[in-house]
């Protein structure tokens, strides 16, 4: 949500959402957060976001992607 944020200030919703977990991350662990918007059309936008694992070579923890949905605030 935040990467569709940087784009566009529109409110939007979640339509789905899909992750898939590699490794563990330990408490105390640095993770690395990578982010991005894939497409953005007019009333869909498709996110990306891989999770790393600094602490151990860079390993990947988590990665998922999310379909959302912008809408008018004035049919709230």
């Known amino acids: ?6 784009i566009d200030a529109r409110i939007s919703v ?5 992750h898939q ?13 990578v982010s991005s918007v894939d497409r953005s059309g007019r009333s869909l936008v498709f ?17 998922g992607l999310h379909t959302k949905m912008y809408i008018d605030a004035s049919k709230l």
């Open 47 to 63: 996110t990306r976001v891989q999770i790393f694992n600094v602490s151990r070579a860079g390993k990947l923890v988590v990665q």
């Open 1 to 6: 949500s935040l990467a569709v944020r940087t």
């Open 21 to 33: 977990f590699a490794s563990p991350a330990s408490v105390g662990d640095e993770l690395s957060i």
């Open 14 to 18: 979640s339509v789905d959402m899909a």
